[in-house]
Protein backbone atom coordinates (compact mmCIF):
# COMPACT_ATOMS: atom_id res chain seq x y z
CA UNK A 1 0.00 0.00 0.00
CA UNK A 2 3.07 2.12 0.76
CA UNK A 3 4.32 1.56 -3.00
CA UNK A 4 0.77 2.45 -4.31
CA UNK A 5 0.15 5.47 -2.33
CA UNK A 6 3.63 6.76 -4.33
CA UNK A 7 2.09 5.71 -7.46
CA UNK A 8 -0.53 7.81 -6.86
CA UNK A 9 1.65 11.20 -5.69
CA UNK A 10 3.57 10.57 -8.70
CA UNK A 11 0.42 10.66 -10.97
CA UNK A 12 -0.66 13.90 -9.47
CA UNK A 13 -3.53 12.92 -6.83
CA UNK A 14 -1.76 14.44 -4.33
CA UNK A 15 0.97 16.67 -3.31
CA UNK A 16 2.26 16.22 0.58
CA UNK A 17 2.10 12.96 2.81
CA UNK A 18 1.06 13.42 7.20
CA UNK A 19 2.89 10.28 8.77
CA UNK A 20 3.70 9.82 12.47
CA UNK A 21 7.16 9.97 12.17
CA UNK A 22 10.27 10.23 8.93
CA UNK A 23 11.24 6.75 9.79
CA UNK A 24 7.57 5.57 8.52
CA UNK A 25 8.48 6.47 5.13
CA UNK A 26 11.63 4.65 4.88
CA UNK A 27 11.18 1.00 5.54
CA UNK A 28 13.95 0.14 3.69
CA UNK A 29 16.64 2.46 1.76
CA UNK A 30 14.63 2.31 -1.76
CA UNK A 31 11.62 3.83 -0.01
CA UNK A 32 13.63 6.78 1.52
CA UNK A 33 15.32 7.21 -1.85
CA UNK A 34 11.85 7.54 -3.77
CA UNK A 35 10.88 10.04 -1.44
CA UNK A 36 13.84 12.30 -1.47
CA UNK A 37 13.53 11.89 -5.76
CA UNK A 38 10.00 12.85 -5.72
CA UNK A 39 10.73 16.23 -3.37
CA UNK A 40 13.92 16.77 -5.27
CA UNK A 41 11.54 16.88 -8.73
CA UNK A 42 9.21 18.90 -6.34
CA UNK A 43 6.15 16.42 -7.01
CA UNK A 44 5.73 16.02 -3.05
CA UNK A 45 6.15 19.96 -1.87
CA UNK A 46 4.82 18.74 2.01
CA UNK A 47 5.51 16.53 4.58
CA UNK A 48 4.52 16.65 7.63
CA UNK A 49 4.77 14.73 11.02
CA UNK A 50 3.62 15.60 14.80
CA UNK A 51 7.26 15.76 16.55
CA UNK A 52 8.87 16.67 13.50
CA UNK A 53 9.02 19.88 11.30
CA UNK A 54 10.41 19.59 7.60
CA UNK A 55 11.15 22.06 5.08
CA UNK A 56 11.90 21.37 1.52
CA UNK A 57 15.12 23.15 1.25
CA UNK A 58 18.49 21.35 0.88
CA UNK A 59 19.19 21.50 4.79
CA UNK A 60 15.49 20.21 5.23
CA UNK A 61 16.36 17.27 2.82
CA UNK A 62 19.49 16.67 4.28
CA UNK A 63 17.99 16.09 7.85
CA UNK A 64 15.40 14.02 5.82
CA UNK A 65 18.36 11.76 5.20
CA UNK A 66 19.67 11.44 8.12
CA UNK A 67 16.69 10.25 9.74
CA UNK A 68 16.24 8.03 7.09
CA UNK A 69 19.56 6.77 7.45
CA UNK A 70 19.16 6.19 11.14
CA UNK A 71 15.81 4.42 10.41
CA UNK A 72 17.63 1.93 8.28
CA UNK A 73 20.23 1.56 10.91
CA UNK A 74 17.70 0.89 13.57
CA UNK A 75 15.89 -1.38 11.35
CA UNK A 76 19.25 -3.46 10.52
CA UNK A 77 20.31 -3.84 14.20
CA UNK A 78 17.35 -4.39 15.59
CA UNK A 79 16.94 -7.93 12.87
CA UNK A 80 20.51 -8.55 13.38
CA UNK A 81 19.84 -8.40 17.70
CA UNK A 82 16.94 -10.43 16.73
CA UNK A 83 19.11 -13.17 15.17
CA UNK A 84 21.61 -13.24 17.64
CA UNK A 85 18.98 -13.85 20.04
CA UNK A 86 17.42 -16.82 18.15
CA UNK A 87 21.29 -18.58 17.35
CA UNK A 88 21.81 -18.35 21.27
CA UNK A 89 18.77 -19.73 22.25
CA UNK A 90 19.16 -23.00 19.47
CA UNK A 91 22.72 -23.39 20.69
CA UNK A 92 21.58 -23.64 23.96
CA UNK A 93 18.97 -26.02 23.45
CA UNK A 94 15.72 -23.91 23.54
CA UNK A 95 13.40 -23.91 20.05
CA UNK A 96 12.94 -20.06 19.46
CA UNK A 97 9.88 -19.87 16.95
CA UNK A 98 6.21 -20.95 17.62
CA UNK A 99 5.57 -24.31 19.17
CA UNK A 100 5.30 -27.41 16.65
CA UNK A 101 2.37 -28.93 16.58
CA UNK A 102 1.62 -30.88 19.76
CA UNK A 103 3.75 -28.60 21.81
CA UNK A 104 2.70 -24.90 23.28
CA UNK A 105 4.70 -22.11 24.68
CA UNK A 106 5.54 -22.06 28.13
CA UNK A 107 6.10 -18.17 28.76
CA UNK A 108 6.56 -18.54 32.16
CA UNK A 109 9.70 -20.71 32.16
CA UNK A 110 10.31 -19.85 28.52
CA UNK A 111 10.64 -23.25 26.61
CA UNK A 112 8.24 -25.43 24.50
CA UNK A 113 6.75 -27.78 26.52
CA UNK A 114 4.31 -30.71 25.50
CA UNK A 115 0.42 -29.66 24.98
CA UNK A 116 -1.25 -31.63 27.97
CA UNK A 117 -4.10 -32.84 25.62
CA UNK A 118 -2.50 -32.65 21.83
CA UNK A 119 0.88 -33.91 23.17
CA UNK A 120 -0.04 -37.57 23.59
CA UNK A 121 -2.05 -37.13 20.30
CA UNK A 122 0.74 -36.22 17.98
CA UNK A 123 2.86 -39.47 19.69
CA UNK A 124 0.03 -41.72 18.99
CA UNK A 125 0.24 -40.35 15.09
CA UNK A 126 3.69 -41.20 14.82
CA UNK A 127 2.65 -44.74 16.56
CA UNK A 128 0.35 -45.49 13.81
CA UNK A 129 2.23 -44.70 10.73
CA UNK A 130 5.67 -46.02 12.31
CA UNK A 131 3.53 -49.45 11.59
CA UNK A 132 3.53 -48.60 7.81
CA UNK A 133 -0.60 -49.64 7.60
CA UNK A 134 -1.86 -46.27 7.86
CA UNK A 135 -1.90 -43.55 5.16
CA UNK A 136 -1.50 -39.59 5.37
CA UNK A 137 -4.91 -39.28 5.29
CA UNK A 138 -5.68 -42.34 7.46
CA UNK A 139 -3.70 -41.16 10.48
CA UNK A 140 -4.72 -37.68 10.22
CA UNK A 141 -8.77 -38.94 10.42
CA UNK A 142 -7.91 -40.77 13.38
CA UNK A 143 -5.76 -37.95 15.27
CA UNK A 144 -8.30 -35.24 14.24
CA UNK A 145 -11.21 -37.89 15.55
CA UNK A 146 -9.61 -38.31 18.61
CA UNK A 147 -9.52 -34.03 18.98
CA UNK A 148 -6.29 -32.87 17.78
CA UNK A 149 -5.96 -29.22 16.56
CA UNK A 150 -3.89 -27.04 15.15
CA UNK A 151 -3.00 -23.72 16.29
CA UNK A 152 -5.53 -21.99 15.19
CA UNK A 153 -8.15 -24.44 16.69
CA UNK A 154 -8.88 -26.07 13.05
CA UNK A 155 -7.81 -30.00 12.23
CA UNK A 156 -4.68 -30.21 10.90
CA UNK A 157 -4.01 -30.54 7.03
CA UNK A 158 -2.54 -33.63 5.20
CA UNK A 159 0.66 -31.27 4.55
CA UNK A 160 1.00 -30.53 8.43
CA UNK A 161 1.03 -33.61 9.75
CA UNK A 162 3.52 -35.40 7.07
CA UNK A 163 5.72 -32.25 8.07
CA UNK A 164 5.12 -33.23 11.66
CA UNK A 165 6.46 -36.94 10.35
CA UNK A 166 9.68 -35.34 9.06
CA UNK A 167 10.02 -33.21 11.71
CA UNK A 168 13.10 -34.07 14.11
CA UNK A 169 11.91 -32.08 16.92
CA UNK A 170 9.77 -34.75 17.98
CA UNK A 171 12.50 -37.29 19.29
CA UNK A 172 14.32 -34.71 20.27
CA UNK A 173 16.97 -32.52 17.93
CA UNK A 174 16.61 -29.19 16.58
CA UNK A 175 16.15 -28.52 12.82
CA UNK A 176 17.52 -24.63 12.26
CA UNK A 177 18.54 -23.27 9.02
CA UNK A 178 20.22 -26.45 7.64
CA UNK A 179 21.68 -27.29 11.12
CA UNK A 180 21.00 -29.76 14.04
CA UNK A 181 21.27 -29.15 17.53
CA UNK A 182 20.34 -31.01 20.04
CA UNK A 183 17.30 -29.95 22.16
CA UNK A 184 16.55 -29.65 25.80
CA UNK A 185 12.70 -29.98 25.52
CA UNK A 186 10.98 -33.51 26.13
CA UNK A 187 10.49 -35.88 23.08
CA UNK A 188 7.00 -37.26 22.32
CA UNK A 189 8.66 -40.21 20.20
CA UNK A 190 11.81 -42.16 20.34
CA UNK A 191 14.15 -42.05 17.64
CA UNK A 192 13.26 -45.74 16.44
CA UNK A 193 9.70 -45.13 16.03
CA UNK A 194 10.81 -41.58 14.33
CA UNK A 195 12.98 -43.50 11.71
CA UNK A 196 10.02 -45.93 10.95
CA UNK A 197 8.00 -43.31 10.27
CA UNK A 198 10.83 -42.44 7.86
CA UNK A 199 10.68 -45.63 6.11
CA UNK A 200 6.68 -45.63 5.82
CA UNK A 201 6.88 -42.52 4.31
CA UNK A 202 9.54 -43.69 1.82
CA UNK A 203 7.40 -46.63 0.96
CA UNK A 204 4.28 -44.84 0.47
CA UNK A 205 5.25 -42.20 -1.58
CA UNK A 206 7.58 -45.48 -3.56
CA UNK A 207 4.16 -47.24 -4.13
CA UNK A 208 1.25 -44.95 -4.17
CA UNK A 209 -1.37 -46.94 -5.73
CA UNK A 210 -4.88 -48.17 -4.56
CA UNK A 211 -5.36 -52.00 -3.86
CA UNK A 212 -2.62 -54.63 -4.11
CA UNK A 213 0.18 -54.26 -5.83
CA UNK A 214 0.81 -56.10 -9.00
CA UNK A 215 3.49 -58.42 -9.43
CA UNK A 216 6.41 -56.40 -11.44
CA UNK A 217 9.93 -56.75 -10.63
CA UNK A 218 10.65 -54.35 -12.15
CA UNK A 219 8.61 -51.63 -10.27
CA UNK A 220 10.28 -48.33 -9.78
CA UNK A 221 13.60 -49.43 -11.35
CA UNK A 222 12.72 -48.32 -15.25
CA UNK A 223 11.38 -45.51 -17.07
CA UNK A 224 10.36 -44.90 -20.76
CA UNK A 225 12.70 -44.05 -23.17
CA UNK A 226 11.62 -41.50 -25.18
CA UNK A 227 9.72 -39.49 -22.64
CA UNK A 228 10.72 -40.58 -19.05
CA UNK A 229 7.64 -41.42 -17.51
CA UNK A 230 7.17 -43.85 -14.67
CA UNK A 231 6.42 -48.05 -16.48
CA UNK A 232 3.23 -49.51 -15.15
CA UNK A 233 1.64 -52.91 -15.68
CA UNK A 234 -1.11 -54.77 -16.92
CA UNK A 235 -2.21 -58.26 -17.10
CA UNK A 236 -4.49 -59.01 -20.14
CA UNK A 237 -5.56 -62.76 -21.05
CA UNK A 238 -3.22 -64.19 -18.57
CA UNK A 239 -0.23 -62.43 -20.19
CA UNK A 240 1.87 -58.78 -18.41
CA UNK A 241 1.73 -55.97 -20.68
CA UNK A 242 4.36 -52.79 -19.51
CA UNK A 243 2.90 -49.56 -21.22
CA UNK A 244 4.19 -45.80 -20.34
CA UNK A 245 2.05 -44.31 -17.89
CA UNK A 246 2.65 -40.59 -20.19
CA UNK A 247 2.64 -38.56 -17.13
CA UNK A 248 5.24 -36.56 -18.91
CA UNK A 249 3.50 -35.48 -21.56
CA UNK A 250 2.92 -37.20 -25.56
CA UNK A 251 4.40 -40.64 -25.75
CA UNK A 252 4.16 -42.58 -28.98
CA UNK A 253 5.57 -46.08 -27.42
CA UNK A 254 3.13 -48.71 -27.27
CA UNK A 255 2.28 -52.09 -24.99
CA UNK A 256 5.29 -54.19 -23.98
CA UNK A 257 5.09 -57.60 -23.00
CA UNK A 258 6.78 -58.30 -19.85
CA UNK A 259 8.77 -61.36 -21.49
CA UNK A 260 10.42 -58.91 -24.35
CA UNK A 261 11.42 -56.25 -21.23
CA UNK A 262 13.13 -59.55 -19.57
CA UNK A 263 14.91 -60.30 -23.47
CA UNK A 264 16.02 -56.78 -23.43
CA UNK A 265 17.32 -56.43 -20.08
CA UNK A 266 18.95 -60.02 -20.17
CA UNK A 267 20.33 -58.80 -24.19
CA UNK A 268 22.02 -55.38 -21.64
CA UNK A 269 23.62 -57.82 -19.33
CA UNK A 270 25.53 -60.24 -21.90
CA UNK A 271 26.95 -56.95 -23.47
CA UNK A 272 28.94 -56.44 -20.05
CA UNK A 273 32.17 -58.22 -19.45
CA UNK A 274 34.28 -57.77 -16.50
CA UNK A 275 38.23 -58.89 -16.93
CA UNK A 276 39.43 -61.79 -15.12
CA UNK A 277 42.47 -60.20 -13.41
CA UNK A 278 38.65 -58.28 -11.42
CA UNK A 279 36.25 -60.57 -11.24
CA UNK A 280 37.86 -62.30 -8.16
CA UNK A 281 38.25 -59.19 -6.02
Known amino acids: MFGEMLDRIAKGDAS ?10 ARNSM ?6 YLIDTGVIRDLR ?14 MLSVMFGQSKY ?8 VRRGKNHRIKNGHWPQVAPLGYVNDRNRHMVVP ?15 ATGDYTLKDVRRIVSDL ?4 PRGRPPSDSRIQHALQNPFY ?6 KGEFYQGKHEPLVSQEVFDKCRVAMNDHARFKTWGVLKPFMYRGHVRCGECGSTITMEIQKGHRYLRC ?3 RGQCSQKYLREEHLHEQVRQALWSVSIEEDLAGC
Open 245 to 247: TKK
Open 49 to 62: FPTFTFEPTAQGKF
Open 31 to 36: DGGRVI
Open 115 to 129: HPVYGPLVTKLFELY
Open 171 to 176: YGLLRY
Open 147 to 150: GLLG
Open 16 to 25: GIIAWHPDRL
Open 74 to 81: YSDNLGEN
